[in-house]
């Protein structure tokens, strides 16, 4: 594992250009987002890629970390996760804390009894995503993950689906949370966590990280 000593996290200065398995001697907080990586596809993508943080073992158990501290105290019974990259995120959040992991797939995808919900996602398409019927029993406690809070819309829909089973959500988890209008009602409505500092939070509802120009 590559070690440095260089870098402060208050502009992510460590850059990509940076070995992507490279640790912080100083793993100040959030210091992973700097793995983080801008679109270079054009608009019909997603303004950024956090995946490539999960490549880094390091970053991964360290956002992971993160996203759990808000509900150290809670009691929760399983981790749902929203696909398809909530399902990576999903399950080193479920095997951190030991539990179960319950996928909420892209309609159409399961070969078992389901529940749908329809929502818009971040490019503004209505989809559908759907639930197995065969497991969460009502006063289920579930903790939802997702890799990106956008407009907010996915997670709503997410949230809708599990409660219709009578699940008691915990929390939302997810890297950022955006205070768009869905992103800022998740926040008043239900315990969430997420892996942005507040002196950052300007560049994420900006859709733009000043990171991105140290490569």
């Not at 070995?19 to 793993?27: A, E, K, L, M």
């Amino acid at each position: 594992m590559h070690v440095v000593t260089e870098g402060s996290f208050s502009t992510l200065s460590v850059s990509r250009k940076m070995n992507v398995f490279t640790v912080p001697q100083n793993r100040k907080d959030g210091w992973y987002l700097s793995l983080m990586a801008p679109n270079t596809k054009g608009p019909t993508f997603a303004w950024l890629d956090p995946s490539r943080l999960y490549c880094n073992s390091q970053a991964l158990s360290d956002c992971v970390k993160d996203l759990l501290k808000p509900f150290k105290n809670e009691t929760i019974d399983l981790v749902a996760g929203i696909d398809a990259m909530g399902f990576i995120l999903g399950s080193a959040v479920a095997t951190t804390l030991e539990k179960g992991f319950l996928a909420i797939r892209k309609s159409g995808h399961l070969c078992v009894q389901t529940d749908t919900q329809k929502y818009t996602d971040y490019s503004g398409r209505e989809k559908y995503m759907e639930v197995r019927l065969d497991v969460l029993k009502p006063g289920h406690r579930v903790l939802i993950v997702d890799q990106w809070i956008e407009t907010g819309g996915t997670m709503q829909a997410a949230i809708k689906l599990l409660e219709k089973q009578g699940a008691i959500i915990v929390g939302i988890a997810a890297v950022a949370i955006e205070n768009s209008e869905g992103g800022k009602w998740l926040k008043e409505n239900y315990k969430y966590s997420h892996c942005i500092p507040k002196e950052l939070q300007a560049q994420i509802d900006n859709q733009y990280m000043e990171s991105f120009s140290q490569q």
